[in-house]
């Protein structure tokens, strides 16, 4: 039987304190929904005491979500704890996250107090917690540099006091990965009544070592991990959800499972990226945008081989939709023929070998090749005469003027006309074409870049669109970008069978 591991996830606390990335009430409560869909089991709100706002949204989170455990941090002081209890009226399974600093570093020069009176204190906040909850847990902060011994000492006073998770973090992200596990099963072996609470990490990333000490802490025998989406949080961050989760999934011999449902895992990332305008870095793990690309034509010719070759995950499983092969000069004829068959394209083996050559002349001077460009290279024209083609097109628009659109299309030999309002012109301009197709389809992706510069400036026109689960591809050029999107459009849709 499978051991559980309970997420925790403090996105919405310790993930919100990173400068610039505050959310309001309402996007507070979006990214909770998200959460609670995506599986947590535990989402900890807010510190109900250090602003109205905190408080405010740890009372609409409590009252907008029904699975998840909701949780409010307070420090041992019991202000701070009825506060917590008043926010968390609401909630439907509530918890009180108290605790104080226990290495020496917290208790010269922080707390400025004695070894003994936080013991003593730590107790006195998780019984006065008790009073509110049934659920309290207690972190001891700074654990990574706390002395094992006295540590031990404290988990074992507040556990008799009535905390049932027992939080062990690395608040500066100073332990190794072998001294935090090493410091986990200290507690496990050494703290008598441990059997009674469950034993929680929350490692922070300062030396990059955040999820390996957080695993390290799960196989020593903690059963709850302390998480956010992306890793985001204070300075260099915490342990990111979907690294541990995809950790846990992918090494199946570990016999330890999460309720987390992995492919809303990019989605849920997306979101608390664009509420928090907080880009997630191209090369991070799981979410990143080239996770699941490949360049190197010794890994593309893998990959399409064999997925298995070069990837342990399957983008389907963290939610998305395919890996991407990105053509460079690195890339092989493997690839480059794996595009041009994507693209509607077949060519011999003497025609690959040319248009293969040609591709490399022209990845040296570009760092990626696009699908015009393969086009452009291969010479190829679509035999007889397109299915669509743009024939008029007529645009309204201006300040004070709602954006109208005439569409002329030549479907089969022959015209037809449409007229559509819209957000802007090329919005109007597609709900026209929409309405003289009979295919539904969904604009996926939608592309401008430059060619040349100044006011004569040509825009080359990518777009991708959805047809019963396909992708197709259009593109287009024009110094008129309205225009260049509309053929784009339109091409995309005429390549639909």
Do not use: W
């Not at 008029?392 to 659109?405: E, F, H, N, Y």
């Not at 007229?419 to 309405?435: K, L, Y």
């Not at 870049?449 to 024009?478: L, R």
């Amino acid at each position: 039987m499978e051991d559980k591991v309970i997420i925790f996830d403090t996105t919405l606390r310790d993930g919100e304190q990173v400068p610039g990335c505050q959310l309001n009430t309402v996007e507070k409560i979006e990214v909770s929904r998200a959460l609670e869909a995506l599986g947590v089991d535990v989402i900890e709100a807010g510190f109900p005491i250090s602003s109205p706002g905190d408080f405010r949204s740890v009372v609409e989170i409590s009252k907008a979500i029904t699975s998840p455990v909701i949780c409010a941090l307070t420090r041992a002081v019991k202000k701070d704890i009825e506060v917590a209890a008043e926010a968390l009226q609401y909630a439907k399974r509530k918890r009180i996250h108290t605790g104080i600093g226990t290495s020496p570093y917290h208790i010269k020069y922080k707390i400025k107090t004695t070894p003994e009176e936080i013991l003593r204190r730590a107790a006195d906040a998780v019984k006065y917690a008790k009073k509110f909850v049934e659920d309290v847990e207690f972190y001891a902060e700074d654990a990574g540099r706390s002395d094992n011994e006295y540590l031990a000492k404290v988990i074992e006073a507040v556990i008799k006091a009535g905390a049932t998770v027992v939080n062990i973090p690395d608040t500066t992200g100073y332990c190794l990965p072998e001294e935090y596990g090493t410091k986990i099963r200290y507690l496990k072996e050494n703290v008598t009544n441990i059997d009674k609470a469950v034993i929680s990490t929350h490692c922070h990333n300062d030396l990059g070592m955040a999820t390996a000490n957080t695993i390290m802490g799960v196989l020593n025998g903690a059963r709850q991990v302390e998480v956010t989406m992306n890793g985001i949080g204070e300075r260099a961050g915490n342990t990111s959800l979907e690294e541990v989760v995809m950790i846990l999934k992918s090494h199946h011999n570990l016999g330890l499972k999460t309720d987390i449902n992995s492919r809303l895992i990019f989605s849920t990332s997306r979101l608390v990226s664009t509420l928090m305008s907080m880009p997630v870095q191209a090369n991070k793990a799981i979410v990143g945008r080239n996770a699941f690309a490949h360049s190197s034509g010794i890994h593309q010719d893998g990959v399409l081989k064999f997925r298995e070759n070069y990837e342990i995950i399957d983008p389907h499983e963290v939610g998305i939709k395919e890996s991407s092969i990105i053509l460079t000069a690195r890339s092989g004829r493997a690839a480059l023929n794996h595009r041009l068959e994507s693209l509607g394209y077949s060519f011999g083996k003497e025609e690959l070998d040319d248009l293969y050559h040609r591709f490399l002349l022209l990845a040296d001077k570009k760092k990626e090749i696009n699908d015009e460009d393969l086009r452009i290279l291969s010479g190829e024209v679509y035999s007889g005469e397109r299915a669509l083609k743009l024939e008029l097109l007529q645009i309204t628009c201006g300040k004070s003027t709602l954006p109208v659109a005439t569409v002329g299309i030549r479907i089969n030999g022959e015209v037809h006309t449409s007229t559509a309002t819209g957000n802007g012109p090329i919005d109007a301009s597609f709900t026209a074409v929409r309405q003289l197709i009979s295919k539904t389809v969904h604009l996926e992706e939608f592309l401008i870049q430059a060619i040349t510069k100044g006011s004569d400036d040509i825009g080359k026109v990518h777009i991708q669109v959805e047809h019963q689960g396909k992708i197709y591809y259009g593109f287009s050029a024009n110094t008129d970008i309205i225009t260049a999107s509309v053929e784009a459009f339109i091409d995309a849709i005429s390549k639909i069978k």
